[in-house]
């Protein structure tokens, strides 16, 4: 079973602040993405990445800024943060081009509020 | 519109029962997941599928591509069942998912 993990669990921020939200997954896959969970909306992607170095823009990306240090290790900044990024937030990781190609494992989300 | 569409949007089933969701899609997906987020927030795989059938229990799920649709089947729902359920159909080469808004499903005694 992927191990994907997140940091903080939940974050307080005022209107302006700067938050980083950390993901590390343990099973090397290639594959990692930020969703942003929202009622009425479901799961929207913000960025993905498939490989250090790599960005690749989501459906909802503006206010947010991505970077894939590692393989195992994927940052979502929130720079200038603004109520309507209040959210849950999720990462997740695949091997894609394996036997399960894009299954997906997600860690266990972020809640971030911003005054 | 919405690329992916779930029914029903909320559910009720008593204990035992059988149901059916559906995911219907206006892109051409080559392959679609299932997902079941509990009261907990948590997100659990349920299914990968190519164009077919898997089976897990009382869980089965549907996948044709031809038709652009999915279906998750349970049967004798248990109280544990209970969560929203979400299906994310990827097309082809794209390892980029594009999920449902969800189905919220309450089982109750």
């Known amino acids: 079973e992927a191990a994907v993990t997140q940091s903080p669990r939940n974050k307080v921020t005022v209107t302006g602040g700067n938050v980083t939200l950390s993901c590390r997954q343990t099973?090397?896959?290639?594959?990692m993405y930020w969703y942003r969970q929202d009622t009425g909306h479901g799961l929207r992607l913000i960025h993905y990445?498939?490989?250090?170095?790599?960005?690749q823009i989501g459906d909802v990306p503006d206010g947010y800024k991505a970077t894939r240090t590692t393989q195992e290790d994927f940052f979502l900044l929130l720079e200038l943060a603004s109520p309507s990024q209040t959210s849950l937030y999720f990462c997740?990781?695949?091997?894609?081009?394996?036997?399960?190609?894009?299954?997906?494992?997600f860690g266990p989300g972020t809640r971030l509020l911003v005054l | 519109g919405d690329k992916v569409k779930q029914s029903p949007s909320a559910l009720s089933l008593q204990e035992g029962t059988n149901s059916a969701l559906r995911c219907n899609f206006s892109?051409?997906?080559?392959?679609v997941q299932w997902f079941l987020q509990n009261p907990r927030g948590s997100l659990i795989n349920l299914f990968y599928?190519?164009?077919g059938t898997k089976e897990n229990g009382r869980l089965k799920s549907t996948f044709n591509s031809k038709e652009s649709y999915s279906t998750l089947h349970i049967r004798d729902a248990q109280l544990e069942d209970s969560g929203t359920y979400f299906c994310?159909?990827?097309?082809?080469?794209?390892?980029?998912?594009?999920f449902g808004k969800g189905t919220s499903l309450v089982v109750h005694p």
């Open positions: 997740a990781s695949s091997d894609a081009g394996g036997v399960n190609q894009d299954t997906q494992y």
């Open positions: 099973n090397s896959h290639n594959y």
């Open positions: 990445s498939y490989g250090a170095g790599n960005l």
């Open positions: 892109i051409a997906a080559t392959t």
């Open positions: 599928l190519v164009p």
């Open positions: 994310a159909a990827a097309p082809g080469g794209n390892y980029k998912p594009t």
